[in-house]
């Protein structure tokens, strides 16, 4: 969840990432797989979307730093999964865990075949293990790059926040213009500020934002209403301190 990865959609490099790994150890099919709570999802072309966490080698995979080989999965006791619910007529696992630079194991970079093959050479796992790291390298390049954005989006919305608050004509314009942009920010149709009464277990509108006639009507309405602290959302909130 982190990087985002954790959606069906076909990307170029993963694509070319896995068409390398299967040229280069001459298999069926080069494949990049995410590890989620309950599922395994696959990021390369050619191969189904996601399947149950226990149908893929994959999960094996992730439980160690090393590669991992199953050169005759039919002859293979260490690692069970459950060939029927993976409708695959794999005989030949082989595979690199995707590890982050903290240290978590989120995937693997595998290649598999239909025909056994011999265990791979000294050279063959580092290969593999370059090919992961590979994939790696992109994720922590979009992660950062996404950082970056988002740094650039907060100091931009910064800004229009301090210019609508030096120039509103009054503390309610103020309030009014600062969550609107704050709605608009994080795409809601509404926003709203409250402020909590002195002495009373309740709260009030004090600046609001609506995008629609029916949200500017019922702001309108709650700015002149009392609301008690466990009747909100927001008293919820509060209450919660969260």
């Not at 990432?17 to 995410?34: H, K, V």
């Not at 293990?129 to 979009?142: F, G, H, K, P």
């Amino acid at each position: 969840r982190r990087y985002r990865i954790l959606y069906d959609v076909r990307e170029e490099i993963f694509d070319r990432i896995g068409e390398m790994a299967r040229s280069m150890f001459g298999t069926d099919r080069g494949l990049i797989a995410f590890v989620d709570a309950d599922r395994v999802l696959y990021k390369t072309s050619g191969q189904r979307t996601h399947l149950p966490r226990g149908a893929s080698f994959t999960a094996h995979t992730i439980l160690g730093d090393d590669v991992l080989v199953i050169p005759d999965v039919t002859k293979d006791t260490s690692h069970p999964i459950d060939l029927a619910a993976a409708g695959t007529s794999i005989k030949f696992y082989a595979g690199a865990p995707l590890i982050t630079r903290d240290g978590y194991r989120v995937g693997a970079l595998c290649v598999t075949d239909d025909r056994p093959h011999d265990d791979l050479t000294a050279e063959q796992r580092g290969w593999l293990r370059t090919l992961a790291q590979l994939v790696m390298n992109e994720l922590d390049r979009r992660r950062e790059l996404a950082a970056r954005n988002q740094a650039e989006r907060d100091l931009d919305l910064m800004n229009q926040l301090m210019l609508a608050i030096a120039v509103a004509p009054s503390a309610r314009d103020a309030l009014d213009t600062s969550v609107r942009l704050l709605a608009v920010a994080v795409g809601a149709v509404h926003g709203a500020a409250f402020e909590v009464l002195p002495h009373r277990n309740a709260i009030q509108m004090i600046g609001a934002y609506g995008a629609t006639p029916l949200w500017r009507e019922e702001i309108e309405r709650v700015r002149k209403a009392t609301i008690g602290v466990a009747d909100s959302l927001t008293g919820l909130a509060l209450r919660e301190n969260r």
